[in-house]
Each structure stands twice: as C-alpha cells, then as structure tokens.
C-alpha cells in the first residue's frame, strides 16, 4: 500500500510559478512510476507528466517546455515545477503511483492516487 499527500497548490497570476510535491509512505516508493493528472471543473482527468523508476519523463504537449517532473527517492518526493503559468492550467493536480514497466500516460496503470491539490492561476 502506498498512500500519496500532494502539496504546493495555490493561486497565482498568470506568468507566474509553482512547485507541486507528492510525497508518498512507503519503503519501495523507488521502484515506482509517479505521474501527476490534473482535471477542471467540466472537464476530464487529464495526463499532465510521469516519472518513471529509471528517472525517464513524458509530458503533456501544452505543458512542455514549462513543467518538469523530477523525483527524490531518499525524500519519496516528486516534484511538478510550472513555469510560465496560463489561466488554462487552472485544476485539481493529482499524482498518481504504480508499479509499471517502461511509461505510460494512461491513468489506468496507476494503483495509488493522492487527494488532490487545487491549481488557479488568474489572468
């Protein structure tokens, strides 16, 4: 069993920066893919990044070049650093863990999933 907090959400104004954390319990947190979601109101849960165990990364097409995913395994700790933030990016963020070989964007491949942190960025 894993169990996932995130953290760092709040509101901000267009441009600007944020720093998503997804701490998880867990001795072989290591050994997991680690990938953050995010949905709008009306909207889908959609893939944003993931990180797999051998630190390999995807991303989204409108995050790219803006967002990066990075992970601490001694902290059992992923990071989502967004830059550049537009009013679109606004959401509840999500990470997600599971146990996969090689990458995926699918959330279905994920076993664990944290509460949630909202993301509002005004315009």
């Known amino acids: 069993q894993v169990r996932l907090v995130e953290s760092g959400g709040g509101l901000v104004q267009a441009g600007g920066s944020l720093r998503l954390s997804c701490t998880a319990s867990?001795?072989?947190?290591?050994?997991?893919?680690v990938g953050w979601f995010r949905q709008a109101p009306g909207k889908e849960r959609e893939f944003v990044a993931t990180?797999?165990?051998?630190?390999?990364?995807r991303y989204e097409d409108s995050v790219k070049g803006r967002f990066t995913i990075s992970r601490d395994n001694a902290e059992n700790t992923v990071y989502l650093q967004m830059n550049s933030l537009k009013p679109e990016d606004t959401a509840v963020y999500y990470c997600?863990?599971?146990?996969?070989?090689?990458?995926?964007?699918?959330?279905?491949?994920?076993?664990?999933w944290g509460q949630g942190t909202q993301v509002t960025v005004s315009s």
């Open positions: 990180i797999n165990r051998s630190g390999s990364t």
């Open positions: 867990g001795r072989t947190f290591s050994s997991y893919a």
């Open positions: 997600a863990a599971g146990a996969i070989v090689g990458i995926t964007t699918r959330s279905g491949a994920y076993d664990y």
